[in-house]
């Protein structure tokens, strides 16, 4: 079974962004008609834009969505993380259950929100915003969050602030996030940020954290690129990750 999704904008009723999905089950041969992931999407005043897919340990689908508006009892119009599930390949997906709210400013560009699992029930979700999800302080630049869950997304921590350094608010912790596990217990997690730069306008460097116990804990954050903080370098950002089962990882970035 193959699935996709993306966020289709201004062609349904609402005139919001909402997140579609299709399913394959002949290998791509054939797809099914598109269909919204959250029920009523099409009608409601909610904004719905990004979204990550993967399977848990049953075989059941589990899909991380960000959305702007009510849902679920929430009603605080901040952007907000959801996860949603489905047992029968992708044909029903559950109302999504709401884990944080990540920002309060107009940025879907910069809220990105990355999650992944070992497949041994074990998932991390991990993102950067300008709301603090323990305090709900409003922040003037973003700041890394990671929430983590050990029984195949059933259940979710609270979130933890990823990394404890102290330093002029001014400065950005963190944006366009990205987060990998290999097949041996290491996860790493990855952003942009000029946290260790000499002046608050510097540009960004290629920050990473790396955690052994699934998220309960993480390293202190680390420069990857070279040149750090130089501010005749350039920026340094939009950061991917990838693990192998065997323990390598391999980071691209601009």
Not at 19 to 32: H, N, Q, R, T
Not at 101 to 119: E, N
Not at 183 to 196: E, K, P, Y
């Amino acid at each position: 079974t193959w699935m996709v999704s993306w966020t289709t904008s201004g062609v349904l009723p609402s005139g919001n962004d909402e997140i579609a999905y299709a399913v394959s089950f002949d290998f791509g041969s054939s797809w099914s008609p598109a269909t919204l992931l959250v029920a009523g999407a099409a009608f409601d005043d909610r904004v719905d834009w990004s979204s990550e897919l993967d399977v848990d340990t049953s075989g059941n689908l589990v899909a991380l969505v960000v959305g702007y508006g009510e849902l679920g009892g929430h009603h605080q119009y901040n952007y907000a993380i959801y996860i949603s599930r489905s047992d029968d390949f992708g044909l029903t997906w559950s109302a999504p259950q709401f884990l944080e709210f990540i920002g309060v400013s107009y940025l879907p560009d910069s809220y990105k929100v990355k999650f992944a699992t070992d497949h041994e029930g074990n998932w991390v979700v991990f993102w950067s915003g300008d709301i603090d999800p323990i305090g709900g302080q409003a922040y003037s630049s973003f700041r890394t969050y990671a929430v983590r869950s050990s029984d195949d997304g059933v259940t979710w921590s609270r979130a933890v602030r990823v990394t404890s350094l102290s330093y002029d608010p001014t400065y950005y912790e963190g944006s366009n996030p990205d987060l990998a596990v290999d097949g041996q217990g290491n996860w790493v997690a990855l952003w942009a940020s000029n946290i260790f730069a000499a002046i608050t306008d510097s540009p960004s460097d290629v920050v990473y954290v790396k955690s052994s116990n699934a998220g309960r804990s993480w390293s202190q954050p680390k420069v990857l690129n070279a040149n750090a903080g130089d501010a005749g370098d350039g920026n340094e950002s939009f950061v991917t990750v990838a693990a192998s089962t065997t323990g390598d990882f391999v980071v691209t970035w601009l």
